[in-house]
């Protein structure tokens, strides 16, 4: 269905659990396990019934984020329900890919089409800083087990940060030349208190981009999908970049999100939500009214570059 200002809503983001098993210094410093808040969460049948509302009104793609996806034991049975639910025609997933040398087999049987692998650093010491203890070679393995597996196509999620790992900029560009992987660049956002106070770490695309004239710009993106791609000359994948501070999307976004307790929220920048709860543990038919007027509702734009401050960090949101 189209909200108030005319942009077709089809995808779905899901945060399955808050819960992690990284600290990575700009999502959740000192670690965010809140097994509290996590009580209250959405069981498989929960996801289920939402995702065939949202269907209903048009929703066709469905990612699962959290948190950390594959530290739910119940992930594959998530992705079974809605694998089969008319009108899905795509459910990816985005992870650390820590746990996905053991998992992926099992997430590929269950129907997950192809995933995006947030990698912030190559270097064995500096992943082990940024993800609060992470060790690199697990979510290399998972690459490498993802690849062979065909869950492509296979995107890296990097986010840049000025005097951390803006100096493998050029390492993570050799890495699309070298493997079938696109490899994405996304601006930090100020989303949670890192993002908010160091604004300073962004590292803007336009800058990567006018220093690297051998990328070329390939149109292949569509309607609703914030990156832009670039290639150059033997590379097997794709350079793209993801511009949330320094350009946005919001005209063409198509995407609203749930979170694992029963929130939807119609925008990552700004702080609107709608309490899915009550009625999802009451047999209410009201489920698919409350869905239309979340979407038909959804704001004009993210509120990034205002005082905007965000009550959720990625972890509770679901990047
Ligand atoms: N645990 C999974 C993972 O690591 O991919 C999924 C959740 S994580 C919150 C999703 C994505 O959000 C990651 O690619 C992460 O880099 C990104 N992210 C988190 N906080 C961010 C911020 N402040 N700015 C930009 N990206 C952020």
Redesign the pocket.
Known sequence: MRDRFGREIEYLRI?ITHN?N?K?I??APGGDHCADSCSNTLSPADFERVVRSMAKVGIRKVRI?????LVRTDVCEIIERISHIEGIQDISM???GIRLDKMAVQLKAAGLKRL???L?SLKEDRFRYITGGGRLQSTLKGIEKSLSLGLQPIKI?T?LMKGVNEDEIDAFIQLAKESPLDVRF???????K??EENSDKIVYNSDIISARPQLVFVNESFQGQPARYYKAEGFKGRIGFIS?VSHQFCSCCNRIRLTCDGKLKPCLGNNGEVDLMDILKSDSDELDAFIRQAIFEKPASHNFGSSFSSVR???R???
């Open positions: 945060s992690c990284l990575c700009y999502c984020t959290g948190g950390e996806p985005t992870t650390n995006n692998i947030s912030d999620n986010v996304i601006e930090l956002m100020p989303i949670g890192y993002g949330p960090n990625m972890s949101i679901g990047g």
